[in-house]
Nanobody, 128 residues
Framework: QLQLVESGGGLVQPGGSLRLSCAGS????????IAWFRQAPGKEREGVSC???????????YYADSAKGRFTISRDNAKNTVYLQMNSLKPEDTAVYYC??????????????????WGQGTQVTVSS
């Protein structure tokens, strides 16, 4: 059974940092594109970042405009985990963050229905 589990959320002050983890079981994350999404209260779920499956020896990373320059997505294949390092956090980053898998990243911005194996989410709250 394919399963993703998010962790690492919490309460942080504006300007602070958090690192979210997306741990996989039942499949090798390296073989799938993994994306991070978030959903704030009263808002639709939106794509934040995506890292491709291995292409040769390269992974490609994609970021929503809201994440560019502040967030970094990465993989640790030994731990079968994808991370989202979030720096310079803002109150508008407050949301439940989810990870999900797909064959490619192309649909992450629109939360394409191909994305599946959703985790339960981890709450990120940015507040002073």
């Amino acid at each position: 059974q394919l399963q993703l589990v998010e962790s690492g959320g919490g309460l942080v002050q504006p300007g602070g940092s958090l690192r979210l983890s997306c741990a996989g079981s039942g499949f090798t994350l390296d073989s799938r594109a993994i994306a991070w999404f978030r959903q704030a209260p009263g808002k639709e779920r939106e794509g934040v970042s995506c890292i491709s499956s291995r292409t040769g020896s390269i992974y490609y990373a994609y970021y929503a405009d809201s994440a560019k320059g502040r967030f970094t997505i990465s993989r640790d294949n030994a731990k079968n985990t994808v991370y989202l390092q979030m720096n310079s956090l803002k109150p508008e980053d407050t949301a439940v963050y989810y990870c999900a898998a797909a064959s490619r990243c192309s649909g992450y911005v629109t939360v394409d229905t191909e994305f599946g194996s959703w985790g339960q989410g981890t709450q990120v709250t940015v507040s002073s």
